[in-house]
């Protein structure tokens, strides 16, 4: 089946930083991808999504980047606040499968004051 | 809009015995899916449910069925729980397969 996975189990960045979250998917024939934020407690919320036929999408101070060349998304937050501080899931599904969706692992993201 | 709730939200059950977990999927969804998230791990897809069907299901055993009602509502249940089905389990909701909105998630401990 498809598997989703994170470079970076753990990420720490410095308030007003800019983060990048990276993940690799392995199934070349997914067509939408999902970023999200679950906090402790929390189910997952979402930030952005990207079609496949797009390479970036820019929401408010995150923007996702798609290269399919190399089955790879990240993502960007700018001016990282302590409030970005969570558990980062990138997932990926085709949308004729009406959403059955993969999950990676998770990056987790430390904003330090 | 109270968005996407589940219950409960704790739960002891020991092996062997059975569990039943429900979700209200947000106003205007018609599409519940289930997912087990055990601890430090994304998300795992269990099954979908539409038009109180399933119709997408992930790798689990049969030990793992569901349910939706004509309200749109869905329950989860486990037969013959097992150690290893300790998790968040999480619903989320979405039109037509949409965007998914996740509920809060029910924590299950099997001792």
């Known amino acids: 089946g498809e598997s989703v996975g994170l470079h970076l189990p753990t990420l720490s960045v410095q308030e007003g930083d800019n983060s990048i979250i990276n993940c690799a998917y392995s199934?070349?024939?997914?067509?939408?991808f999902i970023w999200y934020k679950q906090e402790s407690g929390k189910g997952p919320q979402f930030i952005i999504d990207?079609?496949?036929?797009?390479d970036k999408r820019q929401g408010q101070r995150v923007t996702v980047l798609l290269n399919k060349t190399v089955k790879h998304l990240s993502l960007q937050i700018a001016a990282t606040q302590p409030g970005d501080s969570a558990v980062y899931f990138c997932?990926?599904?085709?949308?004729?499968?009406?959403?059955?969706?993969?999950f990676g692992s998770g990056t987790k993201l430390n904003v330090k004051p | 809009d109270a968005g996407v709730t589940q219950s409960p939200t704790h739960l002891i059950k020991t092996r062997g015995q059975q569990v039943t977990l429900r979700c209200s999927p947000k106003?205007?969804?018609?599409?519940v899916s289930w997912y087990q998230q055990a601890l430090g791990q994304g998300p795992q897809f269990i099954f979908q449910?539409?038009?109180?069907?399933?119709?997408q299901r992930g790798n689990f055993p049969d030990r793992f069925s569901g349910h939706q009602f004509p309200n749109y509502s869905s329950e989860l249940n486990v037969n013959a729980l097992l150690l290893g089905d300790s998790a968040l389990y999480l619903c989320?909701?979405?039109?037509?397969?949409?965007?998914?909105?996740f509920g809060p998630g029910t924590r299950l401990t099997v001792l």
């Open positions: 199934n070349s024939a997914s067509d939408y």
């Open positions: 106003s205007g969804h018609d599409t």
């Open positions: 990207i079609r496949s036929n797009m």
């Open positions: 997932a990926e599904t085709l949308l004729y499968n009406f959403n059955k969706f993969y």
């Open positions: 989320a909701s979405s039109f037509r397969g949409n965007e998914q909105f």
């Open positions: 449910y539409y038009e109180e069907e399933e119709r």
